[in-house]
C-alpha cells in the first residue's frame, strides 16, 4: 500500500527515539562511572542514616501544619528513604552542575551557594561536630511565571527534621507547609 512507505520511516524514527531514551535513562549515577564527587554527597548521608534509623525503629512525634491548622502525632516512620525525600532530591553532584556551585570550607562547616539563578537548590549547609554531620541546612527555591516555591529543610541527626515549604501558584492562590519530626 501507498501509505506504508512514510509510516515505516515514522515506525523507525520513534523506535530510535525510544532507544536512545532508554539508554539514556539507563546511565549510571556519577558514583558509579568512578568519578570523584566534587561536592558532599547528600544522597549517601540521607541513605546511610536511613538505614541506620529503620534499624533503631524511633519514635518519631510528628507535627504536620498546612496553611496554620496543625496536627501532632507519636508515630513510627516506615520508610526513612521516603520521609527524607525532599533532602536527597536537593543533591548537587550532577555532572552537569560541577562548577554551578561556590563553596566555602570553615573549620566546622560546608556552605555551598548556587551561582546561577536557576538552579533549585540555592543554598547547602553542612556542619560538622568532630568529624560528624551535626546539621544539614537546605534552601530551595523555584520561580517562574506561574508558580513560585520556596523550601527550608533542617535535619540535626537524633534531634529532628524540618520541612519548611510556602507555594504561590497563580491559579491556585497560596499554601504553607510545616512538617517537624521531633526524635523521642
Same mark, same amino acid.
Given at each position: 500500500?501507498?501509505?506504508?512507505?512514510?509510516?515505516?520511516?515514522?515506525?523507525?524514527?520513534?523506535?530510535?527515539?525510544?532507544?536512545?531514551?532508554?539508554?539514556?535513562?539507563?546511565?549510571?549515577?556519577?558514583?558509579?562511572?568512578?568519578?570523584?564527587? #566534587? /561536592?558532599?554527597?547528600?544522597?549517601?548521608?540521607?541513605?546511610?542514616? =536511613?538505614?541506620?534509623?529503620?534499624?533503631?525503629?524511633?519514635?518519631?512525634?510528628?507535627?504536620?501544619?498546612?496553611?496554620?491548622?496543625?496536627?501532632?502525632?507519636?508515630?513510627?516512620?516506615?520508610n526513612w528513604g521516603q520521609e527524607?525525600?525532599?533532602?536527597t532530591s536537593s543533591d548537587i553532584? #550532577?555532572?552537569?552542575?560541577?562548577?554551578?556551585?561556590?563553596?566555602?570550607?570553615?573549620?566546622?562547616?560546608?556552605? /555551598?551557594?548556587? #551561582?546561577?539563578?536557576?538552579? #533549585?537548590?540555592?543554598?547547602?549547609?553542612?556542619?560538622?561536630?568532630?568529624?560528624?554531620?551535626?546539621?544539614?541546612?537546605?534552601?530551595?527555591?523555584?520561580?517562574?511565571?506561574?508558580?513560585? =516555591?520556596?523550601?527550608?529543610?533542617? /535535619?540535626?541527626?537524633?534531634?529532628?527534621?524540618?520541612?519548611?515549604?510556602?507555594?504561590?501558584?497563580?491559579?491556585?492562590?497560596?499554601?504553607? /507547609?510545616?512538617?517537624?519530626?521531633?526524635?523521642?
Open positions: 500500500m501507498y501509505w506504508y512507505k512514510p509510516l515505516q520511516k515514522y515506525i523507525l524514527f520513534t523506535g530510535g527515539l525510544l532507544l536512545l531514551s532508554i539508554g539514556y535513562a539507563c546511565k549510571p549515577e556519577i558514583k558509579e562511572t568512578g568519578a570523584t564527587l #566534587k /561536592y558532599f554527597d547528600l544522597k549517601e548521608f540521607f541513605k546511610t542514616d =536511613s538505614i541506620r534509623l529503620a534499624k533503631l525503629a524511633p519514635s518519631i512525634k510528628k507535627t504536620v501544619t498546612h496553611n496554620g491548622e496543625s496536627e501532632t502525632k507519636t508515630v513510627k516512620i516506615a527524607f525525600g525532599l533532602f553532584n #550532577k555532572p552537569a552542575w560541577k562548577d554551578s556551585y561556590a563553596v566555602q570550607e570553615n573549620a566546622d562547616s560546608l556552605v /555551598y551557594t548556587a #551561582k546561577f539563578p536557576e538552579l #533549585k537548590t540555592r543554598e547547602l549547609v553542612i556542619r560538622k561536630v568532630n568529624g560528624q554531620v551535626s546539621r544539614v541546612y537546605i534552601l530551595n527555591k523555584v520561580h517562574n511565571l506561574l508558580y513560585n =516555591s520556596t523550601e527550608k529543610l533542617i /535535619y540535626e541527626p537524633g534531634k529532628y527534621y524540618l520541612i519548611e515549604k510556602d507555594q504561590k501558584v497563580k491559579v491556585m492562590g497560596e499554601n504553607d /507547609y510545616l512538617i517537624k519530626g521531633e526524635f523521642n
